[in-house]
């Protein structure tokens, strides 16, 4: 029921440049680039990217090809510098799934870097970063019953899916070599999971980059379809709690998955009946050591018939913090598709079984922003989040108190033509930024809705009063926001898609317009360079740009490029980094030149 099978062919690292974008015409692409870290010096990146895009037709199953592009002087150029070459053809499309990239060694001038890429016909895909010569391919077990569907490759209304979800890789280079070496317990795994496919989430063993070997394969009879791209963090606790391989106490988080309930419009009546919960698994066998959940048998009961709880599934990437720079997570955030952000804070020491006072983990609700919560929501209220809480630490200089921003967008991702909800950008002040809460305190926490936010569009220069829990920003009606946000300088960078109204009305194919939004953490303000001289009414101009990408653009994307020139002084070892929308690049402008210069030794990356 699993094959392993090895070819030759060539998955071309060409492009054809078109209206300015490295993105060959006609080829859609809604994943962000895989970019390895450079292992020699781990506060850069290397300069080549790489992606995956995709044909669409009409039929059930679409080609794509993995793509190679190189950052140059803040620009993503063509990576083989031969545009004239043809997309490989023998790959399915990799429709959400971002590919992951592992330097396994080499030297500086030349990496050995190997890609793995999940597509919808079933397959993990492994690639020399070099050459875009296919070392193998691994097929999933669920594979051979869909085969017929993917042969024929008939017209159909519905594509063929079966692995789409985002390829996480886990790195442990035990001497910081930049080199992987089994002898010195060197480890390289891969955890995926299979979006619309299925419920099962993977992990691969690629230690030996030509002979991937199953690690293990997971579906809990409470698992959705798994969507929520999995977070490896380390947990301090005994020792006893892992596999005896598992010294790095490390774990795999993950939402419970999606429930097809909410292909629906329409806000669910009753609880969502898969996808509720919140799972911590042992990195080397798949175990199960905590989980949140709704029923009795979890480890943390959060009943939504008691109190708002654990009632919509969690299709997300769970947010997991480490506050004091121990190495060990500290905290966790998640959203839903309710409308819902969780909080949950990690006790160390205790055991996993734990309960009352002694339990490892407290949680619940904080944030109530869509239907959920309300006793008649109408389809306006039906915000749902289908990305991750971006989570950062910043001080607001004007009431000198610093505050935990979690800030998070609305958006409809499996109906992206449907504008009927009042979409919103929110982003909330958690307080109690370095505080460990007991679950007596969760369950009673004063719980933040719309009415506890400060709106912001259309003006500019609020102030977040000491009573007011944050910010929101309602978008205008054809917008909404598909991709997670991301925090870097106290501005948060997030992308909002307004979709092709025209399209949406006849039922086809429209690439709509990305608007990259750029706002202040503290109050949503346009970043300009003197606001003072701009009109309030303007603001809501500023603190956008159009990108010249259609379709649904990834999330932003931080890169600290690598120097490109051997000889460098000075600030050119530096590049500035640059912020990049899948092959779309922005220089940020920052005033102050800001450089990566600690990373902390937690054995597993």
Not at 216 to 238: E, K, L, N, V, Y
Not at 325 to 351: E, H, K, N, V
Not at 368 to 393: H, M
Not at 440 to 453: F, G, K, N
Request: aromatic share 8%; net charge negative; glycine share 10%.
């Amino acid at each position: 029921t699993r094959k392993i099978t090895k070819t030759a062919s060539a998955c071309d690292f060409g492009n054809r440049q078109i209206s300015g974008i490295g993105i060959p015409e006609q080829a859609l692409s809604f994943a962000a680039p895989a970019v390895a870290v450079y292992s020699f010096n781990r506060t850069q990146h290397l300069s080549d990217l790489y992606m995956t895009t995709f044909v669409d037709s009409e039929q059930g199953r679409s080609t794509a090809s993995v793509r190679k592009y190189r950052l140059q002087g803040g620009v993503i150029v063509d990576g083989d510098d031969d545009p004239a070459t043809l997309p490989c053809k023998l790959m399915g499309e990799s429709l959400q799934s971002q590919p992951a990239a592992v330097m396994y060694g080499g030297t500086p001038a030349s990496p050995d870097v190997v890609i793995f890429a999940a597509t919808n016909d079933g397959y993990v895909h492994a690639i020399d970063g070099d050459t875009g010569m296919e070392l193998w391919a691994y097929a999933l077990r669920e594979l051979p019953p869909k085969l017929p569907k993917p042969f024929l490759n008939t017209r159909s209304a519905f594509k063929h899916r079966c692995v789409g979800g985002d390829v996480v890789p886990v790195v442990a280079d035990r001497d910081q070599d930049g080199r992987i070496e089994p002898a010195d317990g060197d480890f390289v795994h891969v955890v995926f999971g299979m979006r619309r496919g299925g419920r099962f989430i993977y992990s691969l063993d690629v230690t030996d980059s030509s002979s991937p070997r199953l690690n293990w394969r997971i579906a809990a009879s409470s698992f959705g379809q798994s969507w929520s791209r999995p977070t490896i963090a380390r947990i301090d606790i005994d020792q006893s709690n892992f596999s005896p391989a598992n010294s790095d106490k490390a774990v795999v988080i993950v939402g419970g998955g999606y429930d097809p309930v909410h292909d629906a419009l329409a806000h669910p009546t009753m609880p969502d009946a898969v996808g509720a919960g919140v799972y911590m698994l042992d990195l080397h066998t798949g175990n199960i050591i905590w989980r949140a959940g709704p029923d009795p048998a979890a480890q943390l009961t959060l009943d939504p018939g008691i109190r708002p709880g654990l009632s919509r599934s969690i299709p997300n990437q769970v947010s997991v913090v480490d506050l004091n720079g121990d190495g060990y997570a500290d905290r966790m955030y998640a959203s839903d598709t309710g409308g819902q952000i969780l909080r949950f804070d990690i006790f160390p020491g205790r055991d996993p079984d734990g309960i009352a006072t002694d339990a490892m983990v407290a949680g619940g609700v904080i944030a109530q922003l869509g239907a959920e919560g309300k006793d008649s929501p109408s389809d306006l209220d039906t915000r749902r989040f289908y990305t991750a809480p971006d989570v950062s630490v910043f001080k607001d200089t004007l009431r000198n108190s610093r505050h935990v921003a979690i800030s998070i967008g609305s958006g409809y991702r499996p109906h992206p033509l449907d504008n009927t909800p009042v979409e919103r950008f929110f982003s909330i002040r958690d307080s109690a930024v370095f505080t460990r809460l007991t679950q007596s305190q969760y369950d009673s926490y004063p719980i933040v809705t719309d009415a506890d936010l400060v709106e912001v569009g259309g003006t500019a220069g609020r102030v977040i009063r000491p009573a007011q829990r944050g910010w929101m920003l309602t978008l205008p009606p054809d917008q909404k926001v598909l991709s997670s946000s991301v925090t870097f300088n106290n501005e948060i960078f997030f992308v909002a898609l307004a979709t092709d109204t025209v399209a949406a009305a006849t039922c086809s194919a429209g690439l709509g317009r990305n608007l990259l939004y750029r706002v202040s953490v503290v109050n949503g303000d346009p970043v300009v360079g003197n606001l003072d001289n701009n009109v309030s009414t303007m603001a809501d101009q500023l603190r956008m740009r159009e990108l010249r990408q259609g379709g649904i653009a990834p999330r932003p994307r931080f890169l600290f490029p690598a120097k490109e020139e051997s000889d460098c002084t000075g600030e050119e070892c530096t590049p500035p980094p640059v912020v990049c929308i899948g092959a779309e690049c922005v220089d940020p402008g920052f005033a102050i030149h800001p450089v990566r210069t600690l990373w902390t030794d937690v054995s597993v990356e």
